[in-house]
């Protein structure tokens, strides 16, 4: 009940947390082969080095064939291949477009439209390891097509200027083509401005906590057997006390024991995890909102486990049923793949596990700083659940007449 879901987080962890980082923060590796003769080739590798997304290697010893090698050998994870004609093709191309340009404004002698049609655009050659995702390979694609655009629009200025006469193109409008960017400006939501960016410790120190708490199914349902099989509910039964003082003293027990697991692999994830170069686990300000999430993630938890133990007739069957329910709980509630990731009809289907309630109380103050009114909803769904399951229980007890 401690020690395996401490290996699990540290392990899943360090996993997911590789994989947020060549999407967050790992720079991809680039290889750019250039034989360009002319010098738009190097203005293009300037300027992807300047998005500081890639970790440029340049090898312009290597022929076409030889690439897709460098890219088997794992050296580079995706590779740009520059043809020795790109710039004049690309200066050919803008300056029979800028002539057309001119034409059709009446400024300058008509242009032969086949001469344009004939002419063969530059080509660049893009290669990419099969193990990267198409989405991400089209991401890069759109970059470099983006920096393609401004070392396009640049010549085509150059050549229009030059049709009309001038020598060079005003430093001002070329810095303004270049630098002709629509701002976007990220704003991650929040109910005030201190939200945290999520990270895999974020989403696996709170789902796998949650996983450890519902999973002493396996402990507290077979004790629940046992003592049914071994007749200790009768012997009990003839004691001068309520019985259901009895069962609270149990779940009290194993409470204290979930309370203990949250304070175990929280401690880890805020003390260990930044030892060991993991991001750290950021806890809520809403003090309050965390404890009564723990306690009543811990009694939902509990519950579950008596309701299992109160209707399986033997250990095996308890122990059985309750880790397998556990598990496909734990699949569908998002602790194994987070719930954004998933389908629309998964994530519908999600909600039927009690594990996903509890977790989307964690998210809720941990990712999105919740306040009261944002955590009623998961706090009112594991109540229910809770007590369905304590009516289940009790009613079973007393139809076995055991109390």
């Not at 923060?25 to 080095?49: A, Q, R, T």
């Not at 401004?150 to 270049?178: A, F, H, R």
Request: proline fraction near 4%; include cysteine.
């Amino acid at each position: 009940m401690f020690l395996m879901p401490l290996i699990l987080v540290f392990i899943i962890t360090i996993i997911q947390d590789s994989a947020f980082k060549i999407i967050n923060e790992n720079k991809i590796s680039l290889l750019i082969v250039n034989h360009d003769s002319g010098s738009e080739g190097n203005k293009l590798k300037d300027m992807l080095d300047q998005t500081r997304m890639f970790n440029l290697i340049e090898n312009n010893n290597i022929d076409f064939s030889e690439v897709k090698k460098e890219i088997s050998k794992e050296n580079a994870m995706v590779a740009l291949y520059i043809e020795n004609s790109f710039s004049e093709k690309l200066n050919s191309k803008t300056i029979i477009l800028s002539k057309l340009v001119m034409a059709n404004i009446g400024m300058n002698d008509s242009v032969n439209k086949k001469e344009l049609i004939s002419l063969l655009p530059p080509t660049i050659f893009f290669f990419n390891d099969p193990v990267l995702q198409d989405n991400y390979c089209y991401s890069i694609l759109n970059l470099i097509h983006s920096n393609l655009s401004i070392i396009e629009n640049t010549k085509m200025l150059e050549g229009l200027y030059s049709e009309m006469g001038y020598d060079s193109v005003p430093q001002n409008i070329k810095e303004s083509i270049i630098n002709n960017k629509i701002p976007i400006k990220r704003i991650i939501t929040s109910v005030d401005d201190n939200c945290k960016i999520p990270n895999s410790t974020q989403h696996n120190v709170p789902a796998w906590t949650i996983f450890a708490m519902f999973f002493m199914v396996v402990s507290l349902g077979s004790n629940i057997v046992k003592e049914k099989l071994s007749g200790s509910f009768i012997r009990l039964k003839t004691m001068p006390t309520n019985f259901a003082l009895i069962l609270f003293s149990k779940q009290i027990v194993y409470l204290f024991v979930a309370i203990m697991q949250v304070i175990l692999i929280f401690s880890i994830g805020i003390y260990i995890f930044p030892l060991i170069k993991l991001p750290e686990l950021t806890i809520s300000s809403n003090t309050l909102g965390t404890f009564i999430i723990v306690i009543i993630s811990g009694i939902a938890a509990v519950s579950y486990a008596l309701m299992v133990g109160s209707i399986s007739k033997t250990q095996e069957q308890s122990n059985g049923f309750g880790a397998i329910s556990i598990i496909i709980f734990a699949a569908l509630g998002g602790v194994w793949v987070p719930i954004f990731v998933m389908p629309e009809y998964m994530k519908q289907i999600s909600k039927l596990s009690p594990l996903h309630w509890c977790i989307d109380g964690f998210y809720t103050l941990f990712l999105r700083d919740g306040n009261w009114l944002m955590l009623y909803k998961p706090i009112l769904i594991l109540l229910v659940f809770s007590l369905s399951c304590q009516i289940i229980t009790y009613l079973k007890l007393k139809y076995d007449k055991l109390i």
